[in-house]
């Protein structure tokens, strides 16, 4: 008997009759033996509901206040969707119950809106799995030290999910979604792109931090750091599809590294349009540009990716980092208006229109080379890199938007994705 | 400065619109000096939307744990709408913080769907009114002791705006709702029905339990209780209405019985289709009859309004009773079946067709004559009565439904209702 975590995201509890189907594959697990834990997320759309009203009543607040107010209105969501699974299961034939996460609970910081998980009481939980029945517990919520809701986020129940199996020593989490798993890159993109059947969680994080939105990042860290087998699958194979086989299916996230990885040098390719690209040119290179420049930019609470600095000439040097879409606007006049000025620098130039391309994988910790071969790919393709980033399993770069598809689709290729996988 | 309670009904909650309307008055009242806690129902429509997905996923279960989580369901309705005021509130300037009912906590047993408030802990609401922001705490719900959301039932929310009242000791409660008070009969069946300017406790106690449905019964046995001034008004006045005339507007309901209650002898015409008659007849007239056909009737849950036993003749007697629409089948079922047998009845005979209708005044106590003048008006008009009960406050009636709205009408004008108010 293992203690298995499933995890149902939105589309998923979308109607009824989804989440009877839900309720079906449960009861097929439970059946099976198991003891299990089910984290749904909100019926699809009623988060978005709800926040729209709040939207309407007071469209630019930004006090602690209004975050509280805003998780208490969220939690509501997931507080509906798990009752309604209880129910579902009930009606399956199996007793079960739901708790919101003031009930298990789940603690958290008081950071409204995006609030982290501190502890998990497991004991209520166990009490009820040890009776026999079905607990469900609601994902994205948690209550904070002065007995206020909180919410984790957007994807939050993924992070919930995992946070719960870590807390009860789950044998496995399973994160059913909307895709059948966590592929080499985006199909859409690369039709050739394939399904890994396992991928480290560190590339996952790496993935999972450059536009593969399969989870939510922080639930991959969750699961990295407690050791927490997770596996990513879908929740539109037919509920009754044999179990075994249901087990192995979809991207299993594990945390041992040497489990046959040693084939695969380089997982996937991720890539995203999310970024612009900032330079400050002509900067006067002494100690404590570095932290003028981005101090300033992290006291806008603007979040920096990438950042490069050029080597220096002429006691002058360049300094360029990548930001996301939305801080664009507010950080160029930053910079322009405040920052270059007190610096003595010479210019501050923007693009909005790159993209960032990333190969990653773990095994580029012990083969040389890799990152050369990206290079050469993209050089056979005439495309430019303006940017070059590195870290122990991943090497990203940025280039004009335009020639994003045409890197992703050659790396791709030159890296061997397309070919079945030999792990 | 006043201690108040707000009551906002469902349809007051209806909108973002509307939500922002009761946020304006809330806060008008406020910056008149007033320490506002504010009660919502959840936004129309919505309790029924959360109950009816419950029920395309289990149509008829009637387990604990069913009903248990259907609490959980609807208990979300309120706490998104207290949330939703509180941001509204906020938009209007003022600080405000929202409560669910376990976070109050208002305690309750553990009747899931029709939970009884057993307490409530004043403590944090009244931390943060002396702080000066208004509560919004959500009405019809509240945590057993073993840490499960209940609710109240139907109307719950008038309850826990009275007991929120009696907790806070608060100077007044008002209740916002769809009507402008409460009325001699039905406007609608009698057009010259009079607004009352005040009704005591006991008085609305017997109308809200006869069809005048203003308000859930067992808040005005709460406001009795706890000698919790209750005020029923529109929540349709402007927000803006001047707040002096706003707080002497709709219906005070009163506990103290010797304010300028003199003159009005009969307060109100009460009626209601709701009820069905049974007979059981030719019954031995023996010690245990009554036992023994109420007995059983209770048994199967069914609640007994009117109960009436003939007078013996041969040593039989006859035992007729009144039940809700919804559980006469089953009883005469009951009847005929188990009850009848063993008891050597003769008969069972069931009549669906009645009205039962109520005078109601806190007058007759000390004023003779007034039952006989209602039997008097009824006789005039050709109405036959098949059933009589009385109590110190009302006279109740049960006729043929057919005649139903001539004797409402009969009565309002014999008891000088459709006249100015003395008092």
């Known amino acids: 008997m293992s203690l298995i975590v499933h995890k149902y995201g939105g589309t998923s509890m979308g109607s009824t009759e989804r989440i009877s189907n839900v309720a079906k594959r449960v009861a097929k697990w439970a059946r099976a033996g198991h003891q299990m834990v089910v984290v749904p997320s909100a019926m699809s759309g009623e988060t978005n509901r709800l926040l729209g009203l709040a939207k309407e009543l007071a469209p630019s607040s930004l006090t602690d206040a209004y975050y509280r107010e805003l998780d208490m209105l969220a939690a509501t969501g997931e ?5 309604l699974l209880a129910i579902a299961l009930q009606a399956q034939g199996l007793e079960s119950v739901s708790y919101a996460g003031w009930q298990v609970p789940i603690r958290t910081n008081s950071a409204y809106t995006k609030a982290r998980i501190e502890s998990i009481d497991d004991q209520r939980v166990r009490a009820d799995l040890a009776e026999g029945k079905v607990v469900i517990v609601t994902g994205f919520q948690g209550l904070d030290d002065l007995g206020n809701i909180t919410t984790l986020g957007r994807g939050g129940s993924d992070t919930s999910a995992v946070a719960v199996a870590a807390a009860m020593k789950a044998d496995e989490c399973l ?12 199909p859409r993109v690369v039709p050739e792109a394939r399904r890994l059947q396992t991928v480290s969680f560190e590339e996952m994080l790496e993935m999972a931090s ?4 399969v989870l939510q990042i922080r639930s991959v860290e969750f699961a990295g750091k407690y050791k927490v087998k997770l596996r990513v699958l879908s929740s539109f194979t037919p509920w009754d599809i044999d179990i075994v086989e249901e087990a192995k299916s979809g991207t299993l996230i ?3 590294e040497d489990e046959n990885m040693e084939q695969a040098i380089v ?7 999310d970024e612009t690209k ?19 930019v992290a006291d806008a609470n603007v979040e920096v990716d990438m950042i490069i600095q050029n080597i220096s000439k002429d006691g002058k040097t360049d300094f360029s980092f990548t930001v996301n879409h939305g801080d664009y606007a507010k950080t160029m006049d930053l910079l322009k208006n405040t920052v270059v000025p007190k610096l003595g620098a010479q210019e501050v130039v923007g693009d909005t229109k790159i993209c960032k391309v990333s190969i990653v994988g773990i095994g580029m910790r012990s083969h040389v080379g890799v990152a050369s071969t990206m290079f050469r790919v993209l050089s056979e393709e005439g495309i430019n890199i303006q940017m070059i980033s590195t870290s122990e399993i991943k090497t990203s770069v940025v280039i004009d938007e335009k020639y994003m598809e045409l890197a992703v689709k050659a790396l791709h290729k030159a890296f061997g994705l397309d070919q079945a996988p030999v792990r």
């Open 175 to 186: 994160i059913y979604t909307d895709v059948d798993g966590v592929y080499t890159t985006d």
């Open 267 to 273: 997982s996937g390719i991720a890539f995203t349009r």
């Open 278 to 296: 900032i330079s400050v040119l002509g900067v006067p290179d002494k100690p404590g540009v570095a932290y003028q420049i981005l101090g300033a």
């Open 254 to 256: 594990t945390f041992e």
């Open 210 to 213: 450059m536009g593969s939105k």
């Open 79 to 83: 507080q509906a969707s798990s009752a």
